[in-house]
């Protein structure tokens, strides 16, 4: 099993930015694909960014691409997602997740093999 706790949310004013992390516990592996995703009240969860177990690749929503970026530390069992110039719109909670098939972290489809319990972001406009 692994386990996943996000950090780093919070209240931030549209146009700032904001630093989440996710660290990873248990029987953890640097071969998970790892992500983020979010979900804002009546919406459902969707993908915002993935990265490869070995960091070399990274993938975007086109509503966060050039604003946030996602990166990890293999060797302290983390993942961070950077997010600037927030808008009113990128609220919600924000979920880490894993999984061993880099599609399913991209896409979200498919079954999970992790997620975090997520972290709330609220952006003032």
């Known amino acids: 099993q692994v386990q996943l706790v996000e950090s780093g949310g919070g209240l931030v004013q549209a146009g700032g930015s904001l630093t989440l992390s996710c660290t990873a516990s248990?029987?953890?592996?640097?071969?998970?694909?790892m992500g983020w995703f979010r979900q804002a009240p009546g919406k459902e969860r969707e993908p915002v960014a993935a990265?490869?177990?070995?960091?070399?690749?990274?993938y975007y929503s086109e509503s966060v691409k050039g604003r946030f970026t996602i990166s990890r530390d293999n060797a302290k069992n983390t993942v961070h997602l950077q997010m600037n110039n927030l808008k009113p719109e990128d609220a919600g909670v924000y979920y880490c997740?894993?999984?061993?098939?880099?599609?399913?972290?991209?896409?979200?489809?498919?079954?999970?093999?992790?997620w975090g319990k997520g972290t709330l972001v609220t952006v003032s406009s």
């Open positions: 997740a894993a999984d061993s098939v880099l599609r399913v972290v991209v896409t979200g489809k498919g079954n999970m093999d992790y």
């Open positions: 990265i490869t177990w070995n960091g070399v690749n990274t």
């Open positions: 248990g029987r953890t592996s640097s071969n998970y694909a």
